[in-house]
């Protein structure tokens, strides 16, 4: 047994990066464990495994006591002595108990509970590798399919999962295909370390301009904010701290290049860019682009709620194909936005500013925000 032990021990620092001391401290604790079971012996014993030579040996700790009451744990002061006269009352001391047949009897009981620490440590390996790579963009082989998840190889051999939601609507994939994803979770489960990857997370749009977009990459120009119907359209608000620096031009690049690598990589998926501003006025109104927007009338009685008024021929392009232009523009400033034909000006304002309706919006309000603190 012991000559295979090393023999693993080797093999699996270096083939598995598993650290030998790790090993070892798993290989002494279950042989003392195995001891103890097989033997009927107390817990005061040793297990000293040596990692170079595979020599086992059990060792039973004893106090140096006047009166011995228990011969498992205690040893007499005088038979300490005869075994070297520097012992003192309250001393350990070891002495040698290995069995002829230990190493046959504990072999199994050790082979289980060594296994469980190496694939523990494998597991703890291969997240302390992965969890660097969360929010990150990895490069993946599409391997197979089942009912649940799509399944992608990473390099290094590491299985990732892909979720239906995490898979782009206007995508089909085949065994073998290189896709770019992104590492959303990467979670430490008893059964080893699952790793989730995504393909319609909006993080994905901004690390691919990241990569694109050297700006993006080193700051100069900050990707505020993102709303992402995946496989269709992103609304992307981008900020330059670089006065001197257009925003959406740099992200659009010449002739379009930066942002048509991105949507090349995403199978066509349209890029809205929008100029990011603290005025929110502004920014509801780049946010509706293409649509030209007249008014924008804040609600009231709704701190998030805004009116957006256009030019009646103008409601269809703003709304956009089944409320997609509305919906992205409303996740992408955080505000509730409802749109209404210039012509319709006079009934949205007295209706705003209908006193009744304010008040039953404010009283909702605060019923909500009292079950929120009943809640909490």
Do not use: C
Request: proline share 4%; net charge negative; glycine share 4%.
């Amino acid at each position: 047994m012991s000559k295979e032990l090393v023999t693993a021990l080797n093999a699996l620092e270096e083939e598995k990066n598993i650290k030998a001391e790790v090993l070892v401290e798993a290989i002494e604790d279950a042989l003392k464990k195995a001891y103890e079971k097989d033997y009927n012996e107390a817990d005061n014993v040793e297990v000293n495994f040596d990692p170079k030579k595979g020599n086992i040996k059990v060792y039973s700790v004893k106090t140096v006591v006047d009166t011995v009451e228990d011969e498992n744990k205690e040893v007499s002061l005088k038979d300490a002595l005869a075994k070297n006269k520097a012992y003192e009352l309250g001393d350990e001391i070891k002495f040698e108990v290995t069995p002829s047949d230990f190493g046959r009897l504990a072999a199994q009981t050790a082979k289980q509970i060594i296994m469980q620490k190496v694939r523990e440590a494998e597991r703890d390996n291969v997240y302390d590798n992965f969890i660097t790579y969360q929010d990150e963009i990895i490069t993946g082989e599409v391997e197979r399919q089942d009912s649940r998840y799509l399944y992608v190889i990473l390099p290094g051999g590491q299985e990732a999962a892909m979720k239906p939601e995490d898979q782009m609507p206007n995508e089909h994939y085949q065994m073998g295909d290189k896709i770019k994803v992104l590492v959303s979770v990467v979670q430490n489960e008893s059964k080893g370390p699952q790793v989730f990857v995504s393909r319609t997370h909006p993080d994905l749009v901004k690390r691919l301009f990241e990569a694109e977009v050297p700006e993006v990459y080193d700051g100069t120009v900050e990707i505020k904010a993102i709303a992402r119907e995946a496989g269709d359209r992103s609304k992307i608000a981008v900020y330059s701290h670089n006065e001197n620096l257009d925003a959406v031009g740099t992200m659009v690049g010449q002739g379009g290049a930066r942002v048509q690598a991105v949507v090349n990589e995403l199978s066509g998926e349209n890029m809205d860019i929008v100029e990011w501003t603290e005025d929110p006025v502004e920014f509801v109104k780049n946010a509706l682009n293409p649509a030209e927007v007249v008014e924008v009338l804040f609600d009231p009685a709704n701190e998030r709620g805004i009116t957006v008024l256009v030019p009646d021929y103008q409601l269809s392009l703003a709304i956009g194909k089944r409320g997609q232009n509305a919906r992205l523009a409303a996740r992408l400033t955080n505000y509730k936005i409802d749109i209404k034909p210039e012509s319709e000006r006079d009934a949205v304002i007295a209706e705003l500013e209908d006193p009744e309706r304010i008040a039953a919006e404010q009283a909702q309000q605060a019923q909500r925000a009292d079950a929120m603190k009943s809640a909490d």
